[in-house]
């Protein structure tokens, strides 16, 4: 267990030790939020203990059973009925007795964690080895957690009901556990859905936000170069599968810059090759893997097709033979233009107008929070998290930890969010 820290001062970021030069004012919004402020600074000591009991104990998709006997004893501590969904998810209603006879605004936080090496010596660090918090959904989770106590002590007053989706599963499964969330009605007399991820590319405590597409389809390429070895010394006899490979990857990333107008949309990387067993032996097979990322069918199509012609043709040229396979991932993620205009409304209260814009995005990234906005209105954001002193680790590196700042931030964003969308329908 961790000692309870004392609660912050107004104004002072404690979630961190404190940095010189480091300017929070636009993390400190208790002139204008709608929650007192001594609500949050009671609350935010307790959240940052579990959110870093989180990331000491990370599971990986459809294993979260720990996560989720936590979460459950958390909500359940606040009067919330719970229900299991998606193995080991969790589902809970604010007002239950108000669904299909009010408006249900629903709140998501992904659970899951990456199959991957911590290299901190945080004193939270992961007590597992090859799993890790290296997304901040430890971050996101715990936030989820405040939003639950906060709502809880407005329970008697809200004009409907609050739906807290734990979503087990986001990184890195075929399919995400948000499809099965959907096709198990999680959805089901719900108006709209939100949710937010910390991003280290973002200045710290700033807003991102747009309408429209906000993060990538996903699509997994695998191609296998099928030729004939040989010995290494007798090239001539052989069709040599590693350099049609070779010029299979160079002619690809014309796919993009030759196949699309300026505009671009879409990124394509190979990012493994494999191919023989030794220093003398031409082999027989060569193997090559990578990621599309595109943002509206038209590109996907002509990103598809494209890639298809130059598989085929290098092949021809080089006379050996192709298999290409290619699987679609998660679908784009969709704002809807309505909810984009609520998050920025809420935040500009916030945090302030001049820390909101929808600057660099869309991203590349792929999110199965797409699967919820395609059942449901909603929209998805992003909460700022470079550091302004010294660089900052970004998403999946292995020296990454959620940045506890951003936990009132969150807290704030959600629950005024939810506020929003019931009163202002």
């Known amino acids: 267990m961790f000692v309870s820290l004392p609660v912050p001062p107004p104004g002072f970021c404690a979630c961190r030790p404190p940095r010189a030069g480091i300017a929070c004012s636009r993390l400190d919004a208790s002139r204008r939020t709608a929650f007192p402020h001594s609500e949050l600074a009671a609350l935010e000591p307790r959240i940052r203990e579990i959110r870093h009991d989180l990331h000491r104990h990370p599971e990986l998709g459809f294993e979260e059973h720990r996560t989720q006997k936590l979460v459950q004893n958390w909500l359940e501590q606040h009067g919330y009925e719970t229900r299991t969904c998606a193995e080991t998810g969790l589902v809970a209603d604010l007002r239950p007795d108000l669904v299909g006879r009010a408006r249900t605004i ?27 918090h290296k997304c901040g959904h430890d971050g996101h989770t715990a936030i989820l957690m405040g939003v639950a106590a906060l709502l809880a002590g407005r329970r008697a007053n809200m004009p409907g009901n609050v739906r807290l989706v734990f979503q087990p599963a986001e990184e ?26 910390n991003w280290p590319d973002f200045p710290l405590g700033e807003v991102r936000i747009c309408a429209g597409p906000i ?3 996903t699509h997994t390429i695998e191609i296998e170069v099928e030729g004939e070895g040989g010995h290494g010394s007798q090239p001539q006899v052989c069709r040599d599968p590693i350099v049609a490979a070779s010029h299979m990857v160079c002619a690809l990333q014309t796919a993009v810059s030759r196949g699309l107008g300026w505009r671009g949309g879409a990124v394509l ?61 998660y679908p784009v993620l969709m704002n809807d233009e309505q909810c984009a205009a609520a998050v920025r409304r809420v935040a500009e209260t916030v945090v302030g107008p001049e820390h909101v814009s929808d600057r660099d995005l869309p991203i590349a990234g792929g999110e199965d929070f797409a699967y919820f906005t395609q059942a449901a209105r909603g929209a998805y954001f992003f909460l700022g998290a470079g550091d302004p002193v010294g660089a900052t680790h970004g998403c999946h590196h292995p020296h990454f930890d959620f940045d506890d700042r951003l936990i009132p931030l969150g807290i704030r964003m959600l629950a005024e969010l939810a506020e929003d969308r019931l009163s202002n329908p």
Request: charged share 25%.
């Open 106 to 132: 629903a709140l998501r936080a992904d659970i899951d964690c990456l199959p991957m090496q911590e290299t901190t010596d945080l004193p939270w660090r992961s007590v597992h080895a090859g799993r890790a």
């Open 215 to 217: 993060m990538a389809q």
């Open 269 to 329: 990387s190979i990012c493994r090759f494999h191919a023989g067993t030794t220093d003398n032996v031409i082999p027989d097979r060569a193997r090559l893997s990578g990621t599309l990322r595109t943002f509206s069918p038209e590109v996907t199509s002509r990103m598809l097709e494209r890639i298809r012609e130059v598989v085929d043709g290098t092949a021809a040229s080089f006379g050996v033979r192709t298999q290409l396979e290619v699987d679609a991932g």
């Open 172 to 197: 890195g499964v075929r399919g995400g556990g948000a499809k099965v969330m959907v096709e198990q009605g999680v959805l089901e007399q719900v108006d709209e859905i939100y949710a937010l991820h």
